[in-house]
Structures are given as C-alpha cells and as structure tokens.
C-alpha cells in the first residue's frame, strides 16, 4: 500500500491550492481518508475526512469554510482543494488511510509541504 501526497507548494495569501492524495495498494473508496497538517513546532492537526462508501466529510471547524475533500474513484485519488489561504495554512499536508474517520490513520503519505507567504 502506497499513498502520496502532490499539489504542494509556495502560494500567496488569498491564493489556492488543490493537493492529491493518490493510493496504491488500495481503494479509496473502501476506506476512510483523512488529511493532517503539521507545522514547525506544533502538534499534528486534523484537517477533514473524506469516509469510505457514501464519501461524507467531515472538516476541522476552522477550515470547513475554505477547505473541501473530495475524491475521484476512477483515479483512486483523494483531493483536498484549500482556497483563501493564509500564512497560519503552512505545514506540511499529509494524508492517511483507516477503517473509519475516527481512526488515526493505519496507513500514511509522506506529506506534501505548503507555504503560504507573500
């Protein structure tokens, strides 16, 4: 099994970024999608989950505004689209794989880094 994060990047406040969480190994489908986020110095943050089947989400309270998970199946790919983002957004972005949204994740990407920065 092989999740890997891409879409990462250097972007200005207010701007946009889409990530993509690609698995192998595995169905996104089947299984629950969590996107993390740590930066220098801080704990790891929950950021949404996409759950397995029916595809609901679920979203931190604060970013639930400006962030959104979906997935293609066909693609086996899980995307987190970050829009209006702020210098307090930088961290690295990871994604994660479980039986369930309230797992912390059995199987894990190696992160993607974003900076948000004029």
């Known amino acids: 099994v092989r999740l890997v994060e891409s879409g990462g990047g250097l972007v200005q406040p207010g701007g946009s970024l889409r990530l993509s969480c690609t698995a192998s190994g595995l169905a996104v489908a089947s299984y629950a999608v969590n996107w993390w986020r740590q930066a220098p110095g801080k704990e790891r943050e929950g950021v949404s989950c996409?759950?397995?089947?029916?595809?609901?989400?679920y979203y931190s309270d604060s970013l639930k505004d400006r962030f959104t998970a979906s997935r293609d199946n066909a693609k086996n790919v899980v995307f987190l689209q970050m829009n209006n983002l702020k210098p307090d957004d930088t961290a690295v972005y990871l994604c994660s794989a479980d039986s369930s949204c309230l797992r912390p994740g059995h199987y894990w990407g190696q992160g993607t880094q974003v900076t948000v920065s004029s």
């Open positions: 996409i759950d397995k089947g029916d595809g609901k989400t």
